[in-house]
């Protein structure tokens, strides 16, 4: 699990009236739309800034760059294990309005079974980190909580992006200064301190062919169902009960 996946809207107060239908959605205030990603401790790995505020997060994420490297092949090689089964895609927690894709797990609505309750719990809790992200952002950086005064779009994103930058920063700064283990044990001697990556993976890929079997695999709805069926099982086996209902 790489993160946790969502949009905030920030409102645009001096929108120019003629793009106000554009960012408005219904009789609501203009909104420009930030796609981000964050991890457990409010590291923001991903941000897209720009849609319109009338787009929804479905809209936001086909325009989104997010899946970018792992379509050109770029992105590293991800092997993962859950439940005893191999899995090759790295996936993101999302809420309910997001498809059923292999890279996204989202909640079980109106869970019945306690194994399904127990992986809700679990799942929520978990993807509450992006939400905390966009909160402590806003408190930290006054100009981003409040409506935006300025009239060009560039300078807004120019903003956001500074904001994100420094909010890493210091989230790094505090991230090093708490650290409860011996990073020592983690790091590599002098002469390997440098991340090695299988040329055969970072090569982009020019084929079409190999760019839309990987936007395939991304969408992959029935490696979705039996990743999350499994995840559902490694969270029963780790956090549930002793004894196993069926």
Known sequence: MIGSIDCMHWEW????TAWKGQYSRGSGKPTIVLEAVASY???IWHTF???SGTLNDIIVLDR???FDDIIKGQAPQVTYSVNGREYHMAYYLTD???PRWATFIQSIPLPQHPKA????QHQEAARKDVERAFGVLQARFAIVKNPAMFWDKVKIGKIMRACILIHNMIVENERDGN????VSEFQQGEDNGSAQVDLDISQMHTNIANMMDARTRIRDGPMHHQL???LVEYIWRKFGPDEDID
Not at 13 to 16: A, Q, R, Y
Not at 179 to 182: G, H, I, L, R, S
Request: charged letters at 15%; hydrophobic letters at 40%.
């Open 179 to 182: 650290t409860q283990f011996n």
């Open 41 to 43: 401790d409010l590291w």
């Open 49 to 51: 800034f720009g849609p």
């Open 117 to 120: 309750v127990l992986f809700a």
């Open 64 to 66: 989104s760059p997010v």
């Open 228 to 230: 999350k069926a499994d």
């Open 96 to 98: 309910g309005i997001y």
């Open 13 to 16: 107060k001096n929108c120019p």
